[in-house]
């Protein structure tokens, strides 16, 4: 494992914009999106990691509850790993095997994920139209249970954020598997 050290975006100062392919063979922007939608929530995950997998159906919940408001997830690999599963190949046969209702981008140097100041998968991060990082953290405090009457962080900050209400918890500590960085 190589640790390097990251940018860290903290919760109040802009999100780094981004210029990455995804699944689509269309090159995405994050300055695009935001031009688009009333906030953007950016998810650290990849085809190989099981907490990423536990979140599917609730990330796929989320985008449908909140996109008729102006709301998109956009999911973000910037994984380096030596299984082979992390390739944007592999990404577009994850994303149709598992049905995924929101765009899924390769950054293959690390740098956008190491802007954002990601550290596991999944992590989630909230971005207002102004391309502000209201949010950063956990997607909920239940991974292993779905049902579970828990806290959920992301799908609580994306509705005060609609809501016009300040976010009660801007940020919690990421829970899943630590990202590898590439040297």
């Not at 996109?67 to 390739?87: D, H, K, R």
């Not at 998968?121 to 139209?129: G, H, R």
């Amino acid at each position: 494992m190589n640790l390097l050290e990251t940018i860290n975006t903290p919760v109040g100062s802009y999100a780094p914009d981004f210029e990455l392919p995804g699944i689509d063979s269309q090159v995405h922007h994050l300055s695009r999106y935001l031009e688009k939608f009333r906030a953007v929530g950016v998810i650290s995950m990849c085809n190989h990691c099981p907490y990423v997998n536990l979140y599917l159906e609730r990330l796929k919940n989320i985008q449908a509850e909140f996109a008729p408001e102006g709301f998109t997830l956009i999911g973000m690999n910037g994984s380096a790993t030596q299984q082979m599963t992390e390739n944007l190949e592999q990404m577009k046969i994850f994303a149709q095997s598992h049905r995924l209702n929101f765009p899924y981008l390769w950054d293959s140097t690390q740098d956008v994920t190491r802007s954002f100041g990601a550290s596991k998968t999944p992590m989630a991060f909230l971005v207002d139209k102004n391309g502000i990082v209201q949010y950063k953290g956990q997607i909920d405090n239940h991974p292993q249970e779905p049902s579970s009457l828990g806290e959920d962080y992301l799908r609580d900050a994306i509705a005060s954020l609609f809501n016009g209400q300040a976010i009660n918890l801007p940020q919690t500590e990421a829970a899943g598997t630590s990202l590898i960085w590439r040297n």
